[in-house]
């Protein structure tokens, strides 16, 4: 009886013993589940030194609120019209003896650009000259002649003869007038002590002088422009778009455009005409697009890539490289407060956590995002760098979550 009670203690002893080191087998489970969480959630906590953020260049910024339209992707040219391009030419032949302007300086209209030389502009200012002293004299022999028929002392014959004269010499007068007007010489400014050996050649045009093809010493003739002037005010831009993308297009729509060897400045600007033909070979029909704001860089003849923008949808907004992709997903890294470690080294360090988002439409540099999580309506983000960012937390982890 007493060792049936002794063996029914040392179960019982035991059953406890049991209950008491499972139940701390438990928390010890908990605790090592909790620990896991912490540092699978430190995992998407990136910390960079001050000394790192300068180095790579990293930049932070808002979220922007950005018209992410729906949008026809098309290629074109900027052009600029004929009526605002001019090729300066003479209408003599001659010797260029100077040249007084260089490839991209703006030229007023009648601006003297070039001066030519040529024997025949000398002798044609003589014959101007003998001319004004031939109609004096033909003046005075018509007066005699008038007087001398009066007088009954002259013939008919002799004053009509002298008033075809005197007429033939006004008519060759106004004639070389003109030429010498064309030439660029003001005819009341020749005489003996002022006869000019080389002809000024004028811009018709205002614009930038765009090409010069002649120089020094060259001669050139009616048929060989000097130089070329464009007026780069009346610049638009021709887009390409397929047929299938006619009935989309409308006169007013904005358009935004970068060039095709410079992608990092863009361009606006809005349809004003649709062209009325296709083009046979590519099955496409230009759109004339007026093009905004500051034109500076931009030249006849440059290629292009635009967008047409269909809808109005203002999104949220960040630039392409501040999204990066990790196993399928896409992030962006939110800066959060500064560092303030007591060592006065890391004070400026900057800490980012990634936040998975939803990507959205891209469009000229942006692409629009929907964060999983909602942020702050004053959230900053890696605008630059985020790659980097990223890499840092795959290289302290050893893979990426």
Avoid at 41 to 54: F, G, V, Y
Avoid at 83 to 100: F, H, P
Avoid at 251 to 267: A, D, K, R
Avoid at 287 to 309: A, P, Q, R, W
Wanted: aromatic share 6%.
């Amino acid at each position: 009886m007493i060792q049936n009670k002794k063996r029914f203690l040392g179960n019982i002893a035991i059953i406890a013993f049991a209950t008491i080191m499972f139940a701390c087998g438990n928390n010890g489970k908990a605790k090592l589940t909790q620990g896991e969480e912490a540092t699978h959630e430190e995992s998407h906590i990136a910390t960079l030194t001050d000394e790192q953020i300068r180095t790579v260049g990293i930049e932070v910024g808002k979220i922007e609120m950005r018209s992410m339209n729906a949008s026809i992707r098309a290629s074109g040219t900027l052009r600029v019209p004929n009526n605002y391009k001019a090729d300066i030419t003479t209408l003599y032949g001659g010797v260029v003896t100077s040249l007084t302007v260089h490839i991209n300086d703006n030229v007023r209209k009648g601006q003297t650009v070039a001066l030519i030389a040529n024997p025949q502009f000398i002798q044609l200012q003589e014959e101007y000259i003998t001319l004004e002293s031939k109609i004096t004299f033909a003046q005075q022999e018509l007066q005699r002649q008038q007087q001398l028929t009066e007088g009954n002392a002259g013939t008919g014959r002799n004053l009509q003869s002298a008033t075809a004269e005197l007429n033939s010499l006004r008519t060759r007068r106004q004639s070389i007038q003109k030429q010498l007007q064309i030439m660029g010489i003001d005819p009341s400014s020749v005489s003996d002590g002022n006869i000019r050996e080389a002809l000024p050649l004028r811009s018709p045009i205002g614009g930038t002088v765009s090409q010069i093809f002649a120089k020094i010493g060259s001669y050139v003739d009616v048929a060989i422009p000097v130089m070329e002037v464009v007026d780069n005010g009346a610049l638009h831009l021709d887009l390409e778009v397929f047929e299938q993308d006619l009935p989309k297009v409308k006169v007013g729509q904005s358009i935004e455009f970068t060039l095709t060897n410079n992608p990092t400045t863009h361009y606006k600007g809005k349809v004003f005409s649709i062209g009325a033909s296709f083009e046979n070979e590519s099955k496409t029909i230009s759109l004339h697009c007026e093009v905004f704001g500051d034109k500076s860089g931009l030249i006849d003849g440059m290629n292009i890539t635009g967008t047409i923008g269909l809808d109005n949808v203002v999104l949220q907004a960040v630039p392409n490289e501040a999204v990066v992709e990790s196993e399928g997903k896409y992030y962006v890294f939110v800066e959060l407060s500064s560092c303030e470690d007591s060592d006065d080294s890391h004070k400026h360090d900057m800490r980012f956590e990634r936040i998975e988002v939803y990507r959205g439409a891209a469009n000229m540099g942006y692409v629009a995002v929907t964060a999983v999580k909602p942020l702050p309506q004053d959230a900053r983000i890696a605008t630059k760098g985020a790659f980097f960012i990223n890499a840092t937390l795959v290289d302290g982890n050893g893979h990426s979550h």
